[in-house]
């Protein structure tokens, strides 16, 4: 009888989950449109993403999804991402193998992880590597002293010397944009962007490899000064952090060339594509099993908001999406595929569980990457 009541209260709470989530799809569908809206083949282009539990982490999503297809640098990332699984149940032995396959290929298999670095960046390079291996050697010795909260912050600098390495490996932009799409502003690369708030500062990196046109339209407005001074229209706990409404009547952004409102098309770069697919959900498509190569899966994405029922109709409002696992579950969440990611926090995240409708983006000013937006050219 007990088992049978287990069995009917988990059928249960798997039920009010599934509900919980479509009408929070629901939700966030007139949310995002309500705050401001009133009315082919497959490549070797592959995001690198591991197959398994959906991962978490917007830092490592973004080392995932730059374009590159050097095996051995895959496979030292692959080990030391691993060690975040093993260190939550502090399993040591298999955190010191993860470590064990990362500095063998630092020592024996430089050559090949200079093989996609173009020829003036290997000087560069091989100094990054000489300090992988000094940061290596103090993660082995965090990790002999059992100390969790130092093998977590060795880990955190080693990878981000991994994913530095990584993007010197990225030697072109990928693929062409739709000519279509000239008229916007493309990213072809990444930015780091500071937004300074009332309650604090957040730092974010926006990825034009996977959004060029997303994350260009949105660099662009950066750097005009758009969301400086602008509220958050929309905080919802655990759900999204949402802001970009211009004042006044006008519902995103006004270009002053042309005096039109400047809307975005919904762009989402699907695993295994080589380009993203435009003004259409994956859903739509009819490619439900495909998934984004940046997911909402990581407490901090950053989405393009647009009305429900126009793909195309996003401008200058974006959300933060708070990731709550009880709620919208990693890799099992609805909203992939129908809205564009086009980066992720990296710093800050404390900040966003602090910001409220209301609160101020006081400044925004990219601080990295800015050379690598490019502008509609003049007819």
């Known amino acids: ?38 009315t082919s083949a497959k490549s070797v ?43 939550r149940g502090k399993r040591w032995s298999p955190i010191t193998s993860d470590i064990t396959r990362a500095d063998r290929i630092l020592s024996d298999r430089v ?43 060795e880990r955190g600098k080693l990878l981000d010397m991994v994913g530095q390495l990584e993007e010197m490996m990225v030697q072109s932009f990928p693929y062409e944009v739709p000519s279509e799409y000239s008229n916007l502003p493309q990213l072809k690369g990444r930015a780091t962007v500071e937004v300074t708030t009332n309650q604090g500062t957040i730092t974010l990196v926006v990825d034009g490899y996977s959004a060029p046109v997303t994350a260009g339209n949105f ?47 919904l762009e989402v ?41 126009e793909p195309d109709g996003g401008s200058s409002q974006f959300f933060f999406f708070l990731f709550e696992p009880e709620l919208t579950p990693a890799g099992r969440n609805l909203l992939d595929g129908r809205y564009s990611v086009f980066g992720y926090v990296t710093e800050g995240k404390e900040v966003l569980q602090k910001l409220k409708a209301g609160d101020k983006v006081e400044s925004a000013k990219v601080v990295q990457g800015a050379k690598n937006l490019v502008q509609p050219q003049v007819a």
């Open 1 to 38: 009888m007990l088992q049978k009541n287990r069995s009917i209260l988990n059928w249960c709470k798997r039920l009010a989950q599934t509900s919980v989530l479509a009408l929070l799809l629901i939700t966030l569908s007139v949310g995002l449109s309500a705050a401001w809206w009133d």
């Open 219 to 265: 660099v662009d407005l950066v750097q005009r000064g758009f969301y400086d001074g602008l509220e958050f229209v929309r905080a919802e706990e655990s759900y999204v952090l949402q802001v970009g409404d211009p004042p006044g009547p006008d519902q995103g952004f006004i270009d002053p060339k042309t005096g039109k409102y400047r809307n975005i098309p």
């Open 269 to 309: 770069l699907a695993r295994g594509d080589q380009e993203p697919v435009y003004g259409i959900t994956l859903e739509d498509a009819g490619r439900y099993r495909d998934q984004p190569v940046l997911p909402f899966s990581a407490y901090g994405a950053v989405a393009m908001a647009r009305p429900e029922g």
């Open 111 to 153: 050559s090949e992880l200079l093989a996609n670095i173009p020829e003036l960046q290997k000087p560069e390079a091989l100094a990054l590597i000489d300090n992988m291996k000094q940061q290596i050697s103090q993660l082995r010795e965090a990790v002999e002293a059992k100390d969790k909260e130092q093998t977590w912050t």
């Open 45 to 87: 282009r592959d995001s690198g993403l591991p197959s398994g539990n959906a991962i978490t982490d917007g830092k490592a999503l973004l080392r995932y999804a730059l374009p590159i297809e050097n095996q051995e640098i895959r496979n030292m990332q692959s080990s030391l991402e691993d060690i975040a699984n093993q260190l």
